[in-house]
């Protein structure tokens, strides 16, 4: 292995954080995807189809 | 009013424990196991039933039991569990003090009342409408109150641990991102908040209707809302059961994720796709379009069954490096066999796994198909499927945790240790047989729900094939073994929180923000914080065990999808 | 740092993927797009499909229908009810009835010959179990549901339900007969 060069917290800490992993990090924006994607592709989508059912003769 | 600061130190696992955090995890998780213990009665009550050389109760009762096992075991023991585990990987890990203590017992008191009030309709004989209580059949109001209060209860726990979140931030007890278990625990509340926020729309009008408020509930309607509700919970647990596995992989053999990226991801994937697969409880209804069931079903191309594949292969990966660091690196699998197999705490999380994986998961994606759905809808095979999910993966894991719990959080030795040893696989076996054998009568069409099959004394009855008899009865005798395995739990757990040997040593001090702040962590060798792990494995394969077990996985799931397709060709064209 | 810790690093998107990951990831992805092409492969190449085809309706609207394909073609009756045996034309339609706790009213269809099934109920949910075959599908008061179906064996088969639908959901059985033309 490589000599034990190491990484100090204050080092990194000028290392942009990735878009990716803020995203991760943020419980909230989380949250409101959790909600939002399975409302509007399930219950949205699926209420709509529901009510868009045709009279039989 | 002064903020309770009191804590203390494990002295033998280091964690620390917020004062009303400890007293909230204790009093949920109790609640937990004594609807465990009344659906444990239950359970085997209806196996009984379900033995066709048996058939113990009569109709009602049998109706009546189901009713309430379904609830106290699906709803009550493993939701009052779940909160337990929101307060554990928020306040205990992230070791921090638990936000607004007083909404948490207010939470906390209306899922009792709403678990009581529930069980009280459904025991007075008028409310045996299943756990699913599909409209328009309709049962007592005080059936849906209690369901509304114990959602109400749980929403509040879900926001008591995404403020204790804040706090821990904001109080500085961690750096950086969150664990990742507490990460999989913040997936969990995520779908339970969706969940509770279905069932709210659906109980409610429901409930006005039982009242005489509203006049009528679409029953189609009714299904498609009801299951973002039902289902989703079932997500809730996958979500929770996943993040055990991870802790436990942490606390028996220190293992961490393979890596961060790819676990957190894998949650991500849950949180954006998991409760779609609620379609998969309406595949054989009228009037939902191929392309919704399509599309919801396959959680968006099965990016969320990906995540699960995802899960299966790095937390018994993490466990196999961690091994392998540990000098087990012979062979293919050497972690393996020099793993605690006779720790509960390992080999129930271990079988959870296995049998999620193997009986639950690919048993899920098989019937959750658009037309394979249509050979086993509604019949035996659906029980059979989720008691391997939420038996076996989800309720399994949640006993290897107690055992964890027990001397950590409840300052107790456990007592009968010889009998824990076996309870994993008393319980594990038996169920996965159960489900197993479940399934099997499923496929020979037997339905589910139903008293009885023979259809004594009716002309038009229909005869099931033997074998289908001798599945039910198989099914049965594994369903006690379980029981067997289920008493057991309840025998260690209840006489140890009460009778075990106390453990001393660890008391609550009052403890400062400022004390409480978590020091900066240490600094990091490169090529570990990068990789994390040094010359292991075999060819480039840091966990080339797991690799192995996992296409063994992938091949039993080819197959047995393929055998279905296969089956379904054979039926009457429809179209 | 382990799973219940903090990662160790502030930084952690940018570590690179484990080979075993990678691979399986891999692996994985490509089956997932398999199972999910399968369904509308399906639809395409496959014949055993559940129709679209529904319709909003009303108990008293369904229950005359029915009554008009009984009236018509009803060849024998069964049971000590009575239960109507219905022999359609191929080809055309046919209603069945679900309510508390029957089916009604029984059909005799013919081998090789298509039909299209009507589905409703009265009152609750109830499950068209179609044994031996094991067809099963759901059946909704107020809505009427389309199934085109062919039977290819003839014989006597049951037709059960599978949805609880209260005390005496065991005893909803009826009979289904294929007849060679
Ligand atoms: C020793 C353990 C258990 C045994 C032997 C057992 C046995 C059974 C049996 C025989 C049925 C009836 C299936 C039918 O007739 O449709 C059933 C239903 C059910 N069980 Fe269990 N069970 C056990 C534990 C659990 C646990 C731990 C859970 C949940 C966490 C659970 C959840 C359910 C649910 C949701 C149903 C369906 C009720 C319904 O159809 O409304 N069971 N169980
Ligand atoms: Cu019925
Ligand atoms: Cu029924």
Redesign the pocket.
Known sequence: MAAPQTIRPEDEADEPVPAMQQLLDNPFLLLFIGIAMPTVLYVVWGVMEIVGIPLAR | MAINRNFRTCPTTGLVFHEQADRLIRWNAVAGVVS?LV??VL??L??L??WPAVHLLPADW?YLV??A???D??VF??IFFEIAVLYFCGAVLLRCRIAAPRWAWLGFALMVIGAVTNNVAVFRGDSSV???SYAPMGAHPAFYLGLILFAVGALIGCFVFLGTLVVARSEGTFHGSLPLVTFGAVTACIIAIFTIASGAIILIPTFLWSIGLVSHIDSLMYRTVWWAFGHSSQQI?VAAHVSIWYAIAAIVFGAKALSERVSRTAFLLYICFLQLASAHHLLADPGLTSNWKIFNTSYAMYLAVLASMVHGLTVPGAIEVAQREKGYNRGLFEWLRKAPWGNPVFSGMFISLVGFGFLGGISGVMMGTEQLNLIIHNT?Y??GH??AT??VG??LAFMSMTYFLIPVLFRRELMFPGLARWQPYL?GL??SS?ALF?MGAGTLGV????WDITFAGNPLGYEFPGTAYLMMGI??L???V??V??IAYLLITVGSVFFGKRIGGSEFKALSVREGRASPPAPQPVAAAITGHGSIGIGGFVAPGTFTLALVFLVAFVLYYFVNWKYLSTLWPLS | MSAIQPPAVRVWWKQPLDRVEGTWIAIAFVWCLVMFFMMPYWHVYGKQNLSNEAYRTTPERYQQKTQEIVDRYTVRTETDLKVPVVHPPAGSDVYLIARLWQWWPMLELEEGKTYRLHLASMDWLHGFSLQPENINVEVHPGYEHVVTLTPTRAGTYSIICNE?CGINHHTMASRLYVVKR
């Open positions: 465990l659906g444990g359970a085997l209806v196996t039933t379900r049998f189901l009713t096992h379904g609830l075991m699906l023991w493993i299943m756990f699913t647990n035996i659906v029980p989720f008691h939420v038996v989800t309720t319980f038996g169920m159960f479940m339905p589910r729900r139903h099914m049965a594994s369903g006690i379980a029981v395995g289920g | 609880y």
